[in-house]
Antibody, heavy 120, light 107 residues
Framework: EVQLVESGGGLVQPGRSLKLSCAASGFTFSNYYMAWVRQAPKKGLEWVATISTSGSRTYYPDSVKGRFTISRDNAKSSLYLQMNSLKSEDTATYYC?????????????WGQGVMVTVSS | DIQMTQSPASLSASLGETVTIECRASEDIYNGLAWYQQKPGKSPQLLIYNANSLHTGVPSRFSGSGSGTQYSLKINSLQSEDVASYFCQQYYNYPYTFGAGTKLELK
């Protein structure tokens, strides 16, 4: 069974940093592109970052480019999101998600999410 | 960026009814479209991919259609467990973008 379990969320002041982690199990982690997707309270979904299987390629939307860094450790089946210079608008539930291997760049499994609150 | 315009924002329907949710892309996305269901307090789950293909384990009362810039999700014979929010997502091009969502409630 595919499982994605996020951790590391919490309350952080504007301008500070936070690192999220995602522990993956139930599949060969190193074979899949992985991603982070966030959802602000009572709002829609926003793709935040994607990383290739080896970690050599990363992709971000303009809203987080230069502030967020996605990384992975295939030996530990773990995904990370380093978030710097946090803003109030980064307040959201952050989901770890797996990109489909065969169906295109959609997200076929999601974690339960971790809440990040940016506030003074 | 490709903008995804989803409608309606909310929908109220009766058990057994058929409902349709629309999603319009700001440019051709060549069927690179997925639909997700998100139940209250849960994470999204994939329903449909490539605009019209049913993901494994999804009930056959769900179906997707469309092409170019216009896509739709249809739910036949609405069940109580279908109460949820539904989101479309284009994965044709970066940045991947989502529709704002449709909240489906029972009448």
């Amino acid at each position: 069974e595919v499982q994605l379990v996020e951790s590391g969320g919490g309350l952080v002041q504007p301008g500070r940093s936070l690192k999220l982690s995602c522990a993956a199990s139930g599949f060969t982690f190193s074979n899949y592109y992985m991603a982070w997707v966030r959802q602000a309270p009572k709002k829609g979904l926003e793709w935040v970052a994607t990383i290739s299987t080896s970690g050599s390629r990363t992709y971000y939307p303009d809203s987080v480019k230069g502030r967020f860094t996605i990384s992975r450790d295939n030996a530990k089946s773990s995904l990370y999101l380093q978030m710097n210079s946090l803003k109030s608008e980064d307040t959201a539930t952050y989901y770890c998600a797996r990109h489909s291997l065969l169906l295109g760049a959609l997200f076929d499994y999601w974690g339960q999410g971790v809440m990040v609150t940016v506030s003074s | 960026d490709i903008q995804m315009t989803q409608s309606p924002a909310s929908l109220s329907a009766s058990l057994g009814e058929t409902v349709t949710i629309e999603c319009r892309a700001s440019e051709d996305i060549y069927n690179g479209l997925a639909w997700y269901q998100q139940k209250p307090g849960k994470s999204p789950q994939l329903l449909i991919y490539n605009a019209n293909s049913l993901h494994t384990g999804v009930p056959s009362r769900f179906s997707g259609s469309g092409s170019g810039t216009q896509y739709s999700l249809k739910i036949n014979s609405l069940q109580s467990e279908d109460v949820a929010s539904y989101f479309c997502q284009q994965y044709y091009n970066y940045p991947y973008t989502f529709g704002a969502g449709t909240k489906l409630e029972l009448k």
